[in-house]
Every structure is written in C-alpha cells, then in structure tokens.
C-alpha cells in the first residue's frame, strides 16, 4: 500500500527536478524523492537505510545543495560553451553504461536471482547489512565510494569558469583607487559604517546624526 501511494509521487518529482526551470524548486522536489524513498526502506524492513537515507542525503547533502545555490544565486545563468573538450561523449558512454546496470539489476529482481530481505536480515538488519557490504559486495562499496568522488569532481567541473582576464593583485587594486582618485576625486579610505551620516571617516570632522546635531 506506501508503495503504490508513493511510487507515483516519486516519478512525479523526479519528473519534475527535469522540467522546473528554478534550481531551488528543483532542491525541493528532490528532498520528496529522497524523503519518500527512505519511507519505502523503512516500508521493507530496512531501518538502518531509512535512517542514512534522511540524516545523510535528506538532511545534509541535499542542504549543502540549497547553500550552494543561495551563495551562488539563483538567478545566475549557465555558460552553454564547453570549456572541457569530449565531455558530451564521455557523459553519453556513462549514460548507456547506467543504463545497462539498471536493465541488469532489474532483470535479476524479475527473475528472482537476488537474495531476499528474510535472508539478507537473519541476523539483524545493521550486522547483516555490514557483514554482506564488506564480504559479498565490497567491490560494489568500494565503486560506489569512487562514485560519489566523481561526484564531487564533477561538481567541480561544473562550477568551472574560464577566466577572461587577469585577477587583480592588491598593487593593481591600489593604482586604480590612486587613478579614481586623481580623476574622479573619490576617496581613497574606506567608507564610513552603515547609518554613519559623514562624508569621510576623518577624526577630526565629527558625524553627525538625522537631525543634523554632532
């Protein structure tokens, strides 16, 4: 019954992280897909998953995602030329051979080749958990680390820009507020602090407040 209540629920928001045109509508669809996914471990008798699932993805990944995007802004725009050469086959080469792990793994749940939950939690779910991820699959474990890895550096990679100009060094920063300051008259110190009413921050000439008093 939770699966056929939040199967369509999932696709429908996972569907919808393709389609939204803004990045934090799409965080949030993807916090339903997580949180209703840890709903369905727990549905299996999968505690320890139920609980990774919210503490690690739902309640720090997907958080460091919002905070990203609220440094970053929401509003900014992706640049569409490719500053890393061969990186639309390589995603394509890595897209076919995703696909063909989940034909894989879905053809092993259909013809029953998978071990079942009675067996897999025999001991307790945690214990048999650690004891199948570090004997029978560890391989799997070790790659999927290696996936979240990629993962980072494709992050990396994305947040990449070229850089159309030399960045300012302090000597060139100085030169210029001389240049503003010989061309413009603007001062050369640092502005007053906010809700300060002077026009320099010069000891000898005093602030002064809203009705015009020192």
Known sequence: MVFWILAPLMVAAALGILFVRKAVHAALLLAVVMISLAVLYLALEAPFLFVVQIIVY???IL???LFVMMLIGVDTTDSVVETIRGQRVLAVLLGL?????LV????QVTLGTVVGLEEANAGGNVPSLANILFSRYVFAFEA???LLITAALGA?????RERLSAKPTQASMAAQRMRDYAEHGKHLGPLPSPGV??????????????DGST
């Open 58 to 60: 739902t309640g720090a």
């Open 63 to 65: 958080m460091l995602f």
């Open 97 to 101: 051979l995703l696909g063909a792990v």
């Open 104 to 107: 894989i793994g879905l053809a």
């Open 144 to 146: 999927t680390s290696a």
């Open 156 to 160: 990396m990679v994305l947040a990449h």
């Open 197 to 210: 009413y002077a026009r320099h921050n010069a000891v000898d000439t005093p602030a002064l407040l809203p």
